[in-house]
């Protein structure tokens, strides 16, 4: 509707059609000087409302995936972000936030109080299981996090381009809590899992050669997992460490931070890798697969074993050396220890710095450029040494 203003000039304007008599109440003056411009800006306004109508499981339908407006942003930015972490915050979007009630509310609805009884929620329902009966295990709160920075993102999405007039998460800081710290493994203890003349608590070479290898490189699982025998070599000592599992997921790509390192290999993993082979080969006659280019496979498949197959044997190995569930869980050990354990070793029995970072974090391209170093020539054996005697 077009009105003249008292200085002669016209402009348009909206208003509600529970209105009755729009000449007394022209609150929608848009300033604009032809209809033209003034139906443009009326439509945008539509397109806002219908987007604000909706439920919050109907607005965050796309994140995190290939029509993600979020992502959309950052990679306008020149900014990156991992598949992993992509994937991950998907599966929280599905699993934890679209089955919780917040959901089906609207987005433009959502207050404050609504997200902090939600974050309430995932505190009482996200736990690790209970070591003691009737005690409540310790709530997740590193997965907790995760969801409050996945709702966070939606919500500041959609604040950006004024799709909802306010954040609801704005002001709701990080939940802060005590992060225990991963565990390492005494001498004592590493020479019980792992004995010179035989496989000790672990069931076959498989294992034992794997979490050996972990304790003596720093590797982490999921370099581990994805290792090839073309990126072993024997004669020199080392290994190529440029691929790995993403999680518990069959995704390889990139090690952590995308950094491509070489690690040394000690006379014990040599010696537990040729009794591996041995076994491995025996296995895959037995079920007929053939030959497997991974070092740490399934007989069974052909492929490595999956993420939970691995954590059994590792809790199994601590068990036969008298570690029970619960003091594994107060220590912190996790298969991560064995890489954590390799990193205490070199530091506390002075290993050279820039070859142990280079072995077990592998370096950035300007530290290569600002040494002119060749990642392929560094000598590690001073490490591998180190590692021989404990």
């Known amino acids: 509707m077009c009105i003249t203003l008292r200085s002669g000039k016209s402009a348009w304007y909206y208003v509600e059609r529970s209105i009755k ?12 000087r032809n209809r033209g411009e003034a139906e443009a800006f009326l439509k945008l306004l539509e397109e806002k409302e219908s987007l604000t109508d909706k439920t919050f499981r109907e607005y965050a339908e796309p994140y995190f995936t290939k029509d993600c407006p979020h992502l959309m942003d950052l990679e306008g930015d020149g900014k ?31 207050k404050r109080r609504h997200i ?7 505190i009482n329902k996200l736990r690790h299981p209970s070591v003691e009966k009737g005690k409540p295990g310790p709530p997740k709160y590193r997965t907790i996090r995760q969801v409050m920075e ?29 992060q225990k710290k991963r565990g390492v493994f005494k001498t004592e203890e590493l020479k019980k899992l792992f004995p010179i003349d035989g496989l000790g608590p672990w069931k076959n070479w498989t294992a034992y ?24 070599d024997e004669e020199n000592k080392k290994i190529r460490v440029d691929e790995a599992f993403k999680g518990s997921s069959t995704i390889i790509g990139k090690p952590k931070g995308e950094k491509v390192r070489i690690t040394f290999l000690t006379d014990r993993v040599l010696s ?15 079920k007929k697969k053939g030959n497997s280019h991974y070092v740490f496979v399934n ?10 197959w691995w954590q059994e044997r590792f809790r199994e190995a601590l068990h036969g050396i008298g570690i029970d569930e619960k003091t594994r869980r107060e220590r912190g050990l996790v298969g991560h220890s064995c890489r954590h354990t390799c990193n205490t070793i070199l530091r506390n029995n002075g290993a050279d ?20 170093t060749n990642i392929e020539g560094i000598d590690l054996s001073s490490l591998a040494e180190i590692m021989e005697k404990h």
């Open 272 to 286: 537990a890798m040729d009794k591996l082979k041995a076994e491995t080969l025996i296995e895959l006659a037995k």
């Open 299 to 308: 007989p069974a498949t052909g492929k490595p074993y999956a993420d939970p």
């Open 209 to 232: 050669t794997l979490y050996l290898l972990a304790c003596h490189s720093g590797m982490r699982l999921g370099e581990l997992r994805a290792l090839t025998w073309d990126k072993v």
């Open 353 to 372: 710095d820039f070859k142990r970072k280079e072995a077990l974090w592998g370096l950035n391209k300007s530290e290569i450029e600002d040494r002119y």
């Open 21 to 32: 008599n729009p000449t007394k109440k022209a609150t929608g003056v848009f300033g604009k």
């Open 80 to 110: 990156k972000v991992g598949e992993k972490h992509i994937r991950k915050s998907r599966q929280i979007l599905e699993r934890v936030i679209f089955n919780d009630r917040l959901a089906k509310m609207k987005i433009a609805e959502i």
């Open 150 to 178: 996945t709702l966070k993102v939606v919500f500041r999405t959609a604040y950006y381009p004024e799709d909802i007039d306010r954040d609801p998460t704005a002001g709701i800081g990080k939940l802060r809590y005590e």
């Open 116 to 122: 902090i009884e939600f974050r309430a929620q995932l």
